[in-house]
């Protein structure tokens, strides 16, 4: 059995920079036809000379002959100003990331409170520029599981109330609470990866932890695993692919102090296709990974259209990561999908 449909867009990448850049973006440029770029690299991308300069090495760095397509995103600081996004808008900027300062991999130039970036949301909300939320609170008091619900209550619904205009993607969400939230409010959507829909806390803990399968929002219990699956394939455009692939080496992750962040970007695709079809909903998943988003950011659907084969393959146990390996999400294991 196999079908057909319009080539995937991710709308939360991370491809890092330098050599590593170069093993890994190639891989979502086979899969995606444009990616939200995400940047948290080192230095973080807070202006639109930095923007300039990052995609420039993208595009550097991928295949020759690729048509692929960065869609750049600055990172918002506490220092960020208007001015600094007007030059973002017209320096073809689609987005800015909030992180919470100290919430994930390279957010210490973060955000540290919500107020101090008002002005620049204004002026966002003016240019219906998206807003990206990584949407977890960082006090120490807070356990890590209720991070994204505490999130909403305190810091996003304030925000959506005093700017009720603003585009907001509430990226990777991992809980009940914040499938309602979207649901129930204008002007907002949200990216779920294929981690969130394939696997939950137990698949993480129990029996020894799986260090492959820890990012940030942590997965989650069976439940919330659930609410995610049910709105990923229920067809309501507010919700699209966003892998949020975020590659760190075997070494990082295996360690006593591992790294946050899930590997998937060779076989993104075929991850959300094991998952929609384990829930007989293959037919849903063209208008969640190439269709949605681009409604949502205002763009064309890609041109291409890959075709997806139902055939049982094994996925490798890793990849070369510059001078080490990263270990892909679902290592070892059997997918029931294949792009062909
Ligand atoms: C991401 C990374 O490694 O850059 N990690 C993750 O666990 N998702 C950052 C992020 O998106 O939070
Ligand atoms: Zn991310």
Same mark, same amino acid.
């Given at each position: 059995?196999?079908?057909?449909?319009?080539?995937?867009?991710?709308?939360?990448?991370?491809?890092?920079?330098?050599?590593?850049?170069?093993?890994?973006?190639?891989?979502?440029?086979?899969?995606?036809?444009?990616?939200?770029?995400?940047?948290?690299?080192?230095?973080?991308?807070?202006?639109?000379?930095?923007?300039?300069?990052?995609?420039?090495?993208?595009?550097?760095?991928?295949?020759?002959?690729?048509?692929?397509?960065?869609?750049?995103?600055?990172?918002?600081?506490?220092? /960020? *100003?208007?001015?600094?996004?007007?030059?973002?808008? =017209?320096? +073809?900027?689609? %987005? &800015?990331?909030?992180? @919470?300062?100290?919430?994930?991999?390279?957010?210490?130039?973060?955000?540290?409170?919500?107020?101090?970036?008002?002005?620049?949301?204004?002026?966002?909300?003016?240019?219906?520029?998206?807003?990206?939320?990584?949407?977890?609170?960082?006090?120490?008091?807070?356990?890590?599981?209720?991070?994204?619900?505490?999130?909403?209550?305190?810091?996003?619904?304030?925000?959506?109330?005093?700017?009720?205009?603003?585009?907001?993607?509430?990226?990777?969400? /991992? *809980?009940?609470?914040?499938?309602?939230?979207?649901? =129930?409010? +204008?002007?907002? %959507? &949200?990216?779920?990866? @294929?981690?969130?829909?394939?696997?939950?806390?137990?698949?993480?803990?129990?029996?020894?932890?799986?260090?492959?399968?820890?990012?940030?929002?942590?997965?989650?219990?069976?439940?919330?695993?659930?609410?995610?699956?049910?709105?990923?394939?229920?067809?309501?455009?507010?919700?699209?692919?966003?892998?949020?692939?975020?590659?760190?080496?075997?070494?990082?992750?295996?360690?006593?102090?591992?790294?946050?962040?899930?590997?998937?970007?060779?076989?993104?695709?075929?991850?959300?296709?094991?998952?929609?079809?384990?829930?007989?909903?293959?037919?849903?998943?063209?208008?969640?990974?190439?269709?949605?988003?681009?409604?949502?950011?205002?763009?064309?659907?890609?041109?291409?259209?890959?075709?997806?084969?139902?055939?049982?393959?094994?996925?490798?146990?890793?990849?070369?990561?510059?001078?080490?390996?990263?270990?892909?999400?679902?290592?070892?294991?059997?997918?029931?999908?294949?792009?062909?």
């Amino acid at each position: 059995m196999q079908f057909e449909m319009i080539k995937p867009d991710d709308w939360h990448l991370h491809v890092r920079s330098g050599e590593v850049l170069r093993s890994v973006v190639g891989m979502s440029a086979k899969q995606m036809g444009r990616a939200i770029i995400m940047p948290n690299i080192k230095p973080p991308v807070i202006n639109a000379t930095g923007v300039n300069a990052y995609r420039e090495e993208i595009l550097s760095a991928l295949p020759r002959g690729s048509v692929f397509k960065p869609l750049m995103v600055l990172y918002l600081t506490d220092n /960020t *100003t208007s001015e600094m996004i007007i030059k973002a808008h =017209n320096a +073809d900027v689609v %987005a &800015a990331k909030l992180y @919470p300062a100290g919430a994930t991999t390279n957010s210490d130039s973060g955000v540290t409170k919500i107020k101090n970036i008002y002005h620049t949301l204004e002026t966002m909300q003016k240019l219906g520029m998206p807003l990206l939320v990584h949407g977890e609170v960082t006090r120490s008091e807070v356990d890590i599981f209720d991070r994204e619900a505490v999130f909403i209550d305190e810091v996003l619904s304030q925000v959506m109330s005093d700017l009720p205009e603003l585009k907001i993607v509430f990226e990777h969400i /991992t *809980t009940k609470n914040a499938v309602d939230f979207v649901c =129930n409010y +204008d002007n907002i %959507a &949200a990216t779920i990866t @294929p981690q969130h829909i394939l696997v939950n806390r137990n698949d993480m803990l129990v029996g020894g932890i799986k260090p492959h399968n820890y990012c940030l929002p942590v997965v989650k219990r069976a439940s919330h695993q659930s609410a995610l699956i049910d709105a990923a394939i229920s067809g309501n455009p507010k919700f699209f692919l966003g892998t949020d692939s975020a590659p760190h080496s075997k070494y990082d992750k295996e360690s006593a102090c591992g790294c946050a962040g899930v590997f998937s970007a060779p076989h993104a695709i075929e991850l959300y296709a094991q998952a929609f079809d384990k829930v007989n909903a293959i037919d849903k998943l063209e208008g969640f990974a190439a269709k949605f988003g681009a409604d949502f950011y205002g763009l064309p659907y890609n041109n291409e259209i890959i075709t997806l084969k139902k055939q049982d393959w094994i996925v490798p146990k890793n990849y070369n990561f510059a001078s080490n390996i990263v270990v892909p999400f679902m290592a070892g294991k059997t997918l029931s999908w294949k792009v062909c």
